[in-house]
């Protein structure tokens, strides 16, 4: 194990968003602010409480997981393809550095950005509107879980994606509706049994229903469901994207 420049290559990725902290951080917390305001202060006048909990107190940990993923994927897909792009990976491939260290650098760049805006989202909520965490140490777990998760499945999107079109059309087309159709403003319950059943096969609805449980201790499905998936989701995408950095497809041009 290089560590010398694998803890370069790590310091240099999360020194590269809080660099620009007013792209990068400074967005998720006022767009949460925003959807507080909203979509909580307003709709709750007209849907008071869902499972007992006021709404605004509802929809926060989906807020806060939107966040915590969008950010995390977003750092290393964007890393990732701006080096490809500016011909600065073959610099990089060239570094005493194994395919395995290059993605786990990159990756804890990702997670490290995730965890910091979910974790302000949070700190947001319980100032703004006195959330209750019910297990402060699961939540940040589980904030941790799904920031390595898509922390790696963003360096897999980077790999993949030849331009910024394709980058972007990955995430709208795929991680934006997963995103607001994982019951983030609503619960499952609400919706039809076909619907519902759609919603069994989306990823994120068991990222969102985990940390709800975690700070409100409600959700649609078993908290075991969802710790079961954020592990499965972590384990398979850093192996993915680790193997495809050390067989240079995609990545060698």
Same mark, same amino acid.
């Given at each position: 194990?290089?560590?010398?420049? %694998?803890?370069?290559?790590?310091?240099?990725?999360?020194?590269?968003?809080?660099?620009?902290?007013?792209?990068?951080?400074?967005?998720?917390?006022?767009?949460?602010?925003?959807?507080?305001?909203? %979509?909580?202060?307003?709709?709750?006048?007209?849907?008071?409480?869902?499972?007992?909990?006021?709404?605004?107190?509802?929809?926060?940990?989906?807020?806060?997981?939107?966040?915590?993923?969008?950010?995390?994927?977003?750092?290393?897909?964007?890393?990732?393809?701006?080096?490809?792009?500016?011909?600065?990976?073959?610099?990089?491939?060239?570094?005493?550095?194994?395919?395995?260290?290059?993605?786990?650098?990159?990756?804890?760049?990702?997670?490290?950005?995730?965890?910091?805006?979910?974790?302000?989202?949070?700190?947001?909520?319980?100032?703004?509107?006195?959330?209750?965490?019910?297990?402060?140490?699961?939540?940040?777990? %589980?904030?941790?879980?799904?920031?390595?998760? %898509?922390?790696?499945?963003?360096?897999?999107?980077?790999?993949?994606?030849?331009?910024?079109?394709?980058?972007?059309?990955?995430?709208?087309?795929?991680?934006?509706?997963?995103?607001?159709?994982?019951?983030?403003?609503?619960?499952?319950?609400?919706?039809?049994?076909?619907?519902?059943?759609?919603?069994?096969?989306?990823?994120?609805?068991?990222?969102?229903?985990?940390?709800?449980?975690?700070?409100?201790?409600?959700?649609?499905?078993?908290?075991?469901?969802?710790?079961?998936?954020?592990?499965?989701?972590?384990?398979?995408?850093?192996?993915?994207?680790?193997?495809?950095?050390?067989?240079?497809?995609?990545?060698?041009?």
């Amino acid at each position: 194990m290089n560590w010398v420049g %694998f803890t370069t290559l790590v310091m240099r990725e999360v020194g590269r968003f809080f660099s620009v902290y007013r792209q990068t951080v400074l967005p998720g917390v006022i767009t949460t602010a925003l959807y507080i305001v909203i %979509f909580g202060f307003t709709l709750e006048q007209r849907i008071s409480e869902i499972q007992g909990v006021p709404y605004t107190l509802f929809i926060l940990p989906g807020l806060i997981m939107m966040n915590t993923l969008n950010n995390a994927t977003a750092n290393t897909s964007s890393s990732m393809l701006q080096m490809k792009l500016l011909q600065q990976l073959p610099d990089l491939l060239t570094a005493p550095l194994s395919g395995f260290e290059i993605s786990i650098a990159y990756i804890i760049g990702g997670t490290v950005r995730g965890m910091v805006n979910g974790t302000l989202v949070l700190l947001l909520g319980m100032l703004l509107i006195q959330m209750p965490v019910k297990d402060p140490l699961g939540t940040l777990v %589980f904030i941790f879980l799904v920031s390595w998760a %898509f922390s790696s499945m963003g360096l897999l999107l980077g790999q993949l994606a030849e331009s910024w079109d394709q980058l972007a059309m990955m995430q709208n087309f795929f991680l934006t509706p997963l995103s607001f159709l994982g019951g983030i403003f609503y619960s499952i319950k609400m919706l039809p049994d076909w619907a519902q059943t759609l919603s069994f096969i989306n990823p994120i609805y068991y990222m969102i229903n985990g940390i709800r449980y975690t700070i409100l201790g409600v959700s649609d499905s078993p908290v075991l469901i969802s710790y079961a998936m954020a592990i499965s989701l972590t384990l398979l995408f850093t192996m993915i994207s680790i193997l495809l950095m050390q067989s240079g497809k995609k990545i060698k041009q």
